[in-house]
């Protein structure tokens, strides 16, 4: 299984936070891959830089320790992108919904929006 996690996602798992439910855990210790997207790192960034979010080390390090794995943005994702309908206004999901697509893999969130794409998710 290929999983790619929300920006929330990553928080939670990073604060072992109890929000994240036990069948969403079970399922990110099991992947074949867990992708935190180029697109989520940059929510994170962006939010960071506005001091409305700490991140107790660089993004970099907490994907290489967990054991998940980059997720670039390409020009498929992108092309996909423009073809998405405008269930979400959020623009980083929005990209997460096309990796996801493209890639062949699950989203793991706890944003309902995502049901609206008609893709494999799994909820926290």
Known sequence: MK????????????????????EARRAIARAD??????????????????????????????????GFTE????VEHTERLATLPNHHGDPFDRVLVAQAQVEGATIVTHDRAFAQYGMPVIWT
């Open 33 to 66: 891959v867990v992708w935190v997207s180029a697109a989520t790192a940059m929510e994170l960034a962006l939010k960071a830089s506005r001091k409305r979010l700490r991140l107790p080390e660089p993004l970099a390090i907490t994907i290489a320790t967990d």
């Open 71 to 74: 997720l670039q943005l390409t």
């Open 3 to 22: 999983l790619i996690l929300d920006a929330h996602v990553v928080l939670w798992w990073l604060q072992d936070n109890r929000q994240l439910r036990s």
